[in-house]
């Protein structure tokens, strides 16, 4: 079955980084587009990059162009989301999403962002 896993998460100050990891399993990742999402207390969800299939590529929120960068390893299953020059305003759970017919979702990875 589909899993997304999502690791990386934590409390970091305001201009730090982070790296955030998606391990999937379950389907031929490389066929995919892969995507991270962000749901911040009281918002709605929403997209924070995505990735094509063969990475070459990819998309940002405006909110995050600049300071994030979407990555991928086909030959590890995996998605990254570098992540640096935070600010208080990143903080929120980040989610996993693999798009196409399987449209699944990870269990998500909290980011705070505090001094």
């Known amino acids: 079955q589909v899993q997304l896993v999502e690791s990386g998460g934590g409390l970091v100050q305001p201009g730090g980084s982070l790296r955030l990891s998606c391990a999937a399993s379950?389907?031929?990742?490389?066929?995919?587009?892969m995507s991270w999402y962000r749901q911040a207390p009281g918002k709605e969800r929403e997209l924070v990059a995505g990735i094509r299939s063969a990475g070459g590529y990819t998309n940002y929120a405006d909110s995050v162009k600049g300071r994030f960068t979407i990555s991928r390893d086909n030959a590890k299953n995996t998605v990254y989301l570098q992540m640096n020059s935070l600010k208080p305003e990143d903080t929120a759970v980040y989610y996993c999403?693999?798009?196409?017919?399987?449209?699944?979702w990870g269990q998500g990875t909290q980011v705070t962002v505090s001094s």
């Open positions: 379950g389907f031929t990742f490389s066929r995919y587009v």
């Open positions: 999403h693999v798009g196409g017919l399987l449209d699944y």
